[in-house]
């Protein structure tokens, strides 16, 4: 269970609440896991039947989203959370979101999976497919260390998935470089390469959101918040417009 | 549970905090020590210096070395559980506690850099410039008028009845209360709803043009509307005057303060702008506190 202590009010239900909205959160974060994990999956094994199975779930990503931000509302509404637990509510809420954007994503690179496999199709090959399982390995070790530093609240791991940003860029652009290749290699492999190319991007969009997991951790336990650090205007800098950040 | 990672960081602050239970052969140490507050007491023009306030009842050591200030045109919540000094506190800033035998207060308490904490003050006009409001309404047996009027009367702020008029007429109205008694100036003050009568107190209060009003728990026996009332009132009251301010209600103490002041057996233990307090407090004493995790 947490390092970090959620418990010790005087009033012990409290502590059952915030107990039991984290086990969720966890709960949600494991499904929005094992869901892009099966993505994956289906992907590197050309599996139609396990793409259909991630897409039959996303139902339940959903339902575990609504059901917890019904929980947070009612200890938002009955406890009138502050310092530490004004934080945890907060955090939890904008991690679900997050968690339930994972879902999204993974049902996205499944259905993208059967748009590659299902039916007489050609099979891309080893070759094309190579940075999707790059990024998808990357990805998928970042959202697993984001999920333990969620469940642990361990304020290490969290801060450590907060500051992926430049890798998870450089893993998407250098892939986006390789598959424009193909292309100009054989005009025929543009369609598969588009579908790889979002395949591609909805794996950075998860890794985005694991790591936004990371920076609300590091909120909750630390008070500090260090979203949007890389995108803030240095002093004197002259603004240039929105700040552009990977999420 | 393990130690968190939130309890380590907190040991940096807390450093300057020692619980009660201390052995004799450390105690000097530790007088020094607990008088440091976590949080900036100080401000850039304070209306009010507290430097160094300690309170005795009798044997008992109720405030240890506090040091405060409140800054003008602000709102300085002071909370903290029953009897750690807060209302005590409070008290020492108009010399309230000069009423309760054995009490002795030692420290400088600067009203406008002139301390008042002095034998040569006259406490009936500095009760005048610090005015008061308490937890239960306590309007004179008199017409809402005269609740008002008095105090302009005795200390000498109008010599005409149509002077008075004036006081009481905008007393009223800037305690959001001409409107409902404006037909009713003659009938007895305590006839008021216990929401009015507080109103009527706060009044009376700033008719003889204070310059911090002090509130000791003025709330706790309202119900919302009344509470709501009160605390819109201190919020357009905080453009004329400063005002400390005593409750139990953390929601209160987060709703209309601008500084909060958190309180434990007799020290000030962290004071800071109340955003801060109520989302990221630094002291492991105060998140406690105000997050119910020990009563």
Redesign the interface.
Known sequence: MSQYNLEGHTVRRYDGELNHVHLRVIELGGLALHQTRNALAALQERDVRLARSVIGREWEVNRLDVSIDDELISVIARRAPVARDLRIVMAFAKAVNELERVGDEANKVARLALQLFEGIRVDPGEALMWDVQSMGRRVLDLLERSMDALDRLDLLAARGVAGCQRELEAEFQAGMRRLSTYVMEDARNVGQVITLTQIIKALERIGDHARHVGEYVVYLVSGEDVRHRKCAPEEGAVDEGEPQDGG | ??T????L?HKSVQTSYVAPDRTAASRATVDREVRRTVGEVRVAEPRIRCNDIHVYYGAAHAIKGVNLDVARNEVVAMIGPSGCGKSTFLRCLNRMNDTIDGCRVTGEILLDDRDINTRDIDVVPLRAQVGMVFQKPNPFPKSIWENVAFGPRIHGLARTRAQLDEIVESSLRRAGLWDEVKDRLDTPGTGLSGGQQQRLCIARTIAVQPEVILMDEPCSALDPISTAKIEELIDELRQHFSICIVTHS??QA?RVSQRTAYFHLGDLIEVGPTEQ?????QHKL???Y??????
Request: hydrophobic fraction near 30%; aromatic fraction near 8%.
């Open positions: 549970m393990n968190s990672t939130s309890d960081e953390m929601q987060a307090i109520f989302t990221n407090p105060t998140e406690d105000i997050t119910g995790r020990f009563g």
